[in-house]
């Protein structure tokens, strides 16, 4: 029998279909176990050489909760002035972070100078240590959504403040400010989608060399 049968594999596909970007939480906070489990995931995702670059601050005191979420309005504030027109109007109406009601938050770091892994596979471009970063925060949001939890994305930060606020070390790149808890609505569309701002594409272009 096959390790992971095909009943699996159509889960694994649907768990993928499901996954979503969520921006709307319910503020019923999230067991801590609940949570644990899931941030064990990053225990068993790739990284470059084995450096297992990844470094999580929960950011759970009311002040540096309310500087990232004012970091992300002053940040979102500037990036609306790149926009004119209809795509300005459309972006006003965006969510772009569930910060106010998600009950966790967690700053997800590159430590840029970590020894682990001896340097492999990370001399030509360092930045592999950032995509390790972001393979292990796939594998996070996965295991959240099999769970029923939601996790956001949020970018839209400045990166120098964050730092300052959350005291972190200037070796470490941040690479996600994560917003986590349980999801208003499900659904298998991408909110930015529904919305109209982009659609998502229905097929993968390969070229071939
Ligand atoms: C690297 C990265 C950064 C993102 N930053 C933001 C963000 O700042 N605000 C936001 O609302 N969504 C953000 N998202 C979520 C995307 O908008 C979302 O993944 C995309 O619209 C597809 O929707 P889905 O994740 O629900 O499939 C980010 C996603 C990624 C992968």
């Not at 295991?143 to 470490?172: C, K, M, N, P, Y």
Request: aromatic letters at 8%.
């Amino acid at each position: 029998m096959d390790l992971f049968p095909k009943a699996f594999q159509s889960d694994l596909a649907n768990l993928m279909r499901w996954r979503r970007d969520v921006r709307r939480f319910r503020t019923d906070p999230v067991d801590r176990a609940l949570l644990q489990d899931c941030l064990d995931t990053f225990l068993l995702a790739p990284s470059v050489g084995l450096s297992e670059p990844w470094r999580v601050i929960r950011v759970d005191s009311a002040a540096a909760r309310t500087a990232a979420h004012n970091n992300f309005q002053n940040a979102n504030q500037d990036a609306l002035q790149g926009y004119s027109g209809e795509k300005a109007a459309l972006y006003t109406g965006l969510k772009l972070s569930g910060m106010q009601d998600a009950p966790v938050h967690l700053a997800v770091y590159c430590d840029e100078a970590t020894d682990k892994g001896s340097g492999l596979g990370a001399k030509t471009m360092p930045e592999m240590r950032r995509y390790s970063v972001v393979g292990a925060i796939n594998l996070f949001w996965l295991a959240a959504r099999a769970r029923g939890l939601g996790v956001g994305w949020v970018s839209i930060l400045d990166e120098a403040q964050l730092a300052q606020d959350l005291t972190v070390s200037a070796d470490w790149r941040l690479v996600a400010y994560l917003c986590v808890g349980w999801p208003q609505t499900s659904d298998t569309t991408p909110e930015l989608e529904t919305l109209g701002w982009d659609t998502r594409r229905g097929h993968l272009p390969i070229e071939t060399r």
